[in-house]
């Protein structure tokens, strides 16, 4: 079992930025690709950014994709979404995820990730 902890979130003003951290524990020996979803009211989860476990391999999705960056430091456990240039289109909660299945393959899908955190809200104010 791995338990995922987001902090980070908060409210912030349009073309700011914001750093989430996901620390992991428990079976953290395991390697595990790691991945950030969000989810705005009324709409589903959606994919963010995923990293393998080397860290060799991100994705990003479209809309994020040159304002978003994805990064871990497994030493400490912990992996990192660095937004910048946020648009209130961005609010959202949101979660980070954990995959060991498949560690150096970073997945897009939710189905791919078998840990979840609680979440962290972002809110973008216009």
């Known amino acids: 079992q791995v338990q995922l902890v987001e902090s980070g979130g908060g409210l912030v003003q349009a073309g700011g930025s914001l750093r989430l951290s996901c620390a992991a524990s428990?079976?953290?020996?395991?390697?595990?690709?790691m991945g950030w979803f969000r989810q705005a009211p009324g709409k589903e989860r959606e994919f963010v950014a995923a990293?393998?476990?080397?860290?060799?391999?991100?994705y990003y999705a479209d809309s994020v994709k040159g304002r978003f960056t994805i990064s871990r430091d497994n030493a400490k456990n912990t992996a990192y979404l660095q937004m910048s240039s946020l648009k209130p289109e961005d609010t959202a909660v949101f979660y980070c995820?954990?995959?060991?299945?498949?560690?150096?393959?970073?997945?897009?899908?939710?189905?791919?990730?078998?840990?979840w955190g609680q979440g962290t809200q972002v809110t973008v104010s216009s």
């Open positions: 995820a954990a995959d060991p299945r498949r560690p150096v393959v970073a997945g897009t899908r939710p189905q791919q990730y078998d840990y």
């Open positions: 990293i393998s476990w080397s860290g060799g391999r991100t």
């Open positions: 428990g079976r953290t020996s395991s390697s595990y690709a």
